[in-house]
Structures are given as C-alpha cells and as structure tokens.
C-alpha cells in the first residue's frame, strides 16, 4: 500500500512538473504587448460599427495573452479576464514580451527595419497654417507666418541640403520595407488658407520644393476670401515641374473641420456615424474634384489621435496616415516609425532649429 502512494506521488510529481514546463514556455512565447490602442470583440469579424460586438478597447502598452491564430486576419485573446478577437490587420502591432521584446511578431502590421536606429536623422513635419503680408499682433506663438519669413524659411531649408520629400515618398519606402534613411523634411500646410495658393505655391514652385497641403473640403465649397477654392487647389494638385513630376499632394483635413473626440451631448453611435462622414465625405470630394487619391488625413486640432475608432474607420476608408498634432509617433498607422518629428512653424519659430532636429542635432 505504501509502496502504492509512492508510486502514485511520483507521478503527480512528473505532472506537475511538466504543466509548470508548459506554463514557462507559454509566458516565454504566448505574452504579448499591444504597440496601439484596439478593440477587443466578441466574434472574429470587423463589425466595429455596432457597439455590441466590442468588448472592451484595449490601450496601447497593455499585456495580451495569445490562445491562437484563427487565421490571417484575427487572434483568440486573454486581455485581464476578457477573452476575445484581435484583428491582426488593425492591430498595430504585438511585441513579444521581455523575454524576446526585439522580435516583432510577423503577422503584425509594423515594419522594424524603418526604426530610427537605421536612420541618419529624422523626418521632420515642418508644419504652416496661415501665411500673411504683415499682421498687427506680433505676440509670439501665433499660427501664421509672415510671407518674408517664409521665404527665408525655404531658402535656408534649400541651402542646407537636406532632403525634402513628401508623404507619399514616405509610405512608399514603409510598404517596401525599405530603411528611410535621412535627414529629410516634409513641408506641410494645414486647413486649406487661401494664402497655399497665394503665395506659398508660387515660392514652391520656384525652388522646385515639394509639399503637402491638408484641406477642408467643405472650406473648398464655400472658400470665401479666407481659404482656397477647388479651382485653386486643383491648379496646385496638377502642377507638374519641368523634369514632368508632381510637386504636390493634397491631403484631407476633414469635412467640416470639427473636432473627431468623442462630444460628450452625443451617443457612440452618433460619434461613429459622425467619424465615418469626416473621413468619408470628404476622402470623396478631394478625389472627385482633383481626379487624384489621397490617403493622408490630419485630424483637425489633433482630437482623437490614438483612438482604436478612428484609426479603424482611417483604415476602412483607405487611409494610410492619420497625423495628430504635435505627435512624432504613430501617424503612420500601419508602421512604426520612430523616425518622425513633428515641429509647429508660428510666427517666431527659427526654421534652423528644424532643420537641427532633422540632422539629429535636437
């Protein structure tokens, strides 16, 4: 009898041993972090639009127990004591855990080899709003920059030799994998000002610069004397300079240039519903007034950068970039790209010191 309990307390002992060898490797293989926020569904479909099917919105950072792969779109998750879907194409991106935190898991979206540890410098959005002849308030920090100072600007950007691109260059070394190496900038304008085409369009044009012009599409119906008409931008959409290359890409600032958080008099179905027209809408007109695709969206004032539903509507609609305001990091949202720098250009920035961030000097 003895000898039986022995025998049987040996075994318990192989068991248990092996369940905590299992427990080991899966904390090693199976711990995940998300790189973005996402959702957290009850079912492995993208039906993101009815509040219903999601769970929980997981933030970015947060530790995912991976159950399985169901296929190539979608995970089995444990997120705290939530279990549910992860769709692998909306997912930013899942690091492995500390055991292995360099490896990036490869069905994520991301590209590690675009990582600023391969680059010479940064890619920095050198980012305008309005630009004036002159103004009576000359208090610093202002969101315009006078047309003397401007062109300054882009002579000593010209001058210095550093490579001004745009975001289509960008999300085309992304897609190919290819390392970004810099210093580069990217000249961008946003809420569509008749001033882009007054005089910034001509001083580009002069010295052959390349830029981006972010623009409201209900502004561009109903332009006024403050911002750019259609006829107007597309005048700079078409431009093409003498070696036969498009100078300018035109991207969305909304439709009616409203914030895209959350207002708090509105249900979440009403935000969505709200969301999808924004980026929709006026996705639509640029497309149908230019006879061009865009696939680069500003959000106005920054609001709701990083939020899961709008990142996912961005995606459902064919964006590529969703860029926040004063934010490096995640504008590109099928990459990483810790490369980027986001400098704001008022009316008593020095455009050297931009220039400095994109060398790696800032």
């Not at 009576?136 to 315009?144: C, L, M, R, T």
């Not at 986001?342 to 000097?361: C, H, R, W």
Request: hydrophobic share 35%; aromatic share 12%; glycine share 4%.
């Amino acid at each position: 009898m003895k000898e039986k309990r022995i025998r049987i307390s040996f075994l318990l002992t192989i068991i248990l041993c092996c369940f905590l060898g299992q427990l080991k490797v899966l904390a090693k293989t199976s711990i995940y972090y998300t790189n973005k926020a996402t959702y957290l569904t009850k079912t492995a479909t993208k039906n993101y639009n009815k509040k219903k099917n999601i769970i929980t919105v997981i933030p970015k950072n947060q530790q995912v127990f991976l159950i399985k792969k169901i296929n190539n779109r979608f995970y089995k998750v444990k997120y705290k004591t939530k279990i549910g879907y992860i769709s692998t194409d909306s997912l930013s991106q899942l690091i492995q855990n500390k055991t292995n935190e360099n490896n990036i898991h490869n069905n994520n979206s991301y590209n590690k080899s675009n990582s600023s540890e391969n680059a010479t410098g940064y890619t920095v959005l050198l980012t305008y709003h309005l630009i004036k002849i002159s103004s009576d308030n000359n208090s610093p920090w202002q969101f315009y920059r006078l047309l003397s100072d401007f062109e300054k600007d882009i002579n000593l950007i010209k001058s210095s030799g550093i490579n001004v691109v745009n975001y289509r260059y960008v999300i085309e070394k992304l897609k190919k994998g290819e390392k970004l190496n810099g210093p580069h900038i990217i000249i961008q304008f946003d809420d569509g000002y008749i001033s882009d085409y007054l005089y910034a369009f001509p001083i580009l044009k002069k010295n052959n610069l390349p830029a981006t012009f972010f623009i409201t599409s209900y502004r561009a119906s109903n332009p006024g004397d403050s911002f750019a008409s259609w006829t107007q931008i597309k005048e700079i959409s078409d431009y093409v300079n003498s070696d036969g290359k498009k100078l300018f890409e035109i991207g969305s600032h909304g439709h009616t240039h409203t914030s895209l958080d959350k207002n708090e008099n509105e249900s979440y179905e009403e935000w969505i519903a709200r969301l999808r027209k924004e980026f929709e809408v006026s996705k639509k007109e640029i497309e149908t007034k230019l006879g061009q695709a865009t696939e680069i969206f500003a959000l106005p004032f920054g609001a709701g950068f990083g939020r899961a539903e709008i990142r996912q509507i961005a995606l459902d609609t064919g964006y590529e970039v969703v860029r926040g305001w004063k934010k490096d990091n995640d504008n590109f949202i099928k990459y990483k790209t810790d490369f980027i720098r986001f400098f704001p250009v008022y009316n008593n920035s020095n455009i050297q010191d931009a220039i400095d961030m994109a060398l790696g000097k800032k």
